[in-house]
């Protein structure tokens, strides 16, 4: 026990093709590399242009999901307004519709079976299980939805609930974990006993479609480098060599987090009263492991199989130990009433440390939910809104940029030259998106492609020009003229 050497944990995560870059800080790198300085005012003037130009293309899809989002908001919605049952059911589903393509342009991805397992297949902050109340959710919405409108790769609970999650970090904790590590060697001690005495066997079996469904089952991941992936080193305490020496000493825990995360869901009501609110949550950090914390109409912990095995082997040993006594010559009430006071005692103890944990657990987690939710509703949407504008400008900078300085390339160069570029300056790996970035390149008009399928880029001056001058640069003029601050 604890002396041979834990294998690496690593977490295979598809690379994504959100740019985390700040636009003014990735302007401000980009410029500083062109050679000529009489052009860095150019392509500074250049980048805010195709911003005011690509607002000026989502502007009437944003005022729309607004408008349609208010239909459905869960504290007014539709007490101020007069619609049909079927204009309701249309309005419902341009919503969605509208939501998810902000989604998918804004490089969120539904989180599916695979990823949940394997972020659950550890523990982090969270110990105790937390569940759904699947009764307080709607289960019609999503499924008529996705019914219509079939989607790859949808998690088992789509029909009530879904998970968005967008970028990859990683959250430390260092400490000394005292009680974690003690639980492990105990933890580890007893598997043995239950290996070696085969109980294991005969009372931990499980049939393979348990398996699948286990948020906590085992989940196998792949050590073998591949290019288009990304790995993350998951750092526990679990998987840490342990013995009494170390248990006093400072250890550093490692775990993968969703840097944003947005969680859609309606909640259950009556036909009589029917709620059609659609509720939208935005959360930032959170550690895979603990991705209870953004589920919706979380229920109570209740208690745990290990401690129902305290209650039952203490009923069964106290039970045992008294009929014992009682078969013997002379027995001994004394003795029998504080063997029955000490079980008493005992699960009595165990009760109350459980809701002490309960107690906890419900603080840790609104404090959580507190320090992790950055909005809700509109204000999520606003937020979807300005993502989506600020990577569709990125990937236009960046790929105008690369053009700039090649000259001519080809699409799978663009693509190469950006990633690169992006790692390079900004030590972060991107799976950049290509196809996107020259369509838009293409509309605006910047770039002219070959009979070879070369692409190359118009000169700077130019693209100023074709793209002119937008009103927000008329209204900065006239407010500088009249001499507004």
Known sequence: MGKKEKKRELMRLERESVIPILKHRLVAALSSLIERKADRPEFVKLCGRVEYAIRAWYNLQFEEMMYLHSFFDPVHGLEQQNLTPEDIDSSEEKLLTDLLQVMEKSNFKILTDYEINVALSAQYRLNLPIKVDESKLDKKLLRRYFSKYPHDDLPFFADKYIIFRRGIGIDCRTDYFFKTKLNTI???????????????????????????????????????????????????????????????????????????????????????????????????????????????????????????????????????????????????????????????????????????????????????????????GRGTLLHLCDDMIQQEVKEVIVSFFILMQKGTATRQDIDLHCEELIKKEFNVNCNFDVDDAVKKLEKLGLVVQDADGNYSCVELKHANKIIGTTAEEVVMKAREGAGIP
């Open 186 to 376: 105990i933890a580890r001690w007893w598997r043995h006993f239950l290996k070696y005495t085969g109980i294991k066997r005969v009372f931990f079996r499980k049939s393979s479609a348990q398996s699948n469904i286990n948020p906590r089952g085992r989940v196998q991941i792949n050590s073998e480098a591949e290019p288009d992936n990304l790995y993350i080193e998951r750092i526990r305490i679990e998987n840490m060599k342990l013995s009494i020496s170390n248990l006093l000493s400072k250890n550093t825990i490692q775990e993968p987090t969703f840097e944003r995360i947005i969680v859609l869901y309606r909640q259950a009501s009556d036909e009589a009263d029917m709620d059609r609110g659609i509720y939208l949550k935005h959360f930032k950090n959170i550690p895979m492991a603990d991705m209870e914390i953004v589920l919706p109409e979380k229920q109570i912990p209740s208690l745990t199989p290990v401690d129902w095995v305290k209650f039952v082997v203490s009923a069964v040993i106290g039970l045992v130990t008294v009929l014992t006594s009682l078969q013997m010559p002379k027995a001994d009430i004394r003795i029998i009433s504080g063997i029955l006071f000490a079980l008493v005692g005992y699960c009595v103890k165990t009760y109350l440390t459980f809701q002490k944990n309960v107690v906890a657990y419900q603080n840790l987690i609104a404090r959580s939910v507190y320090d992790k939710q950055l909005d809700s």
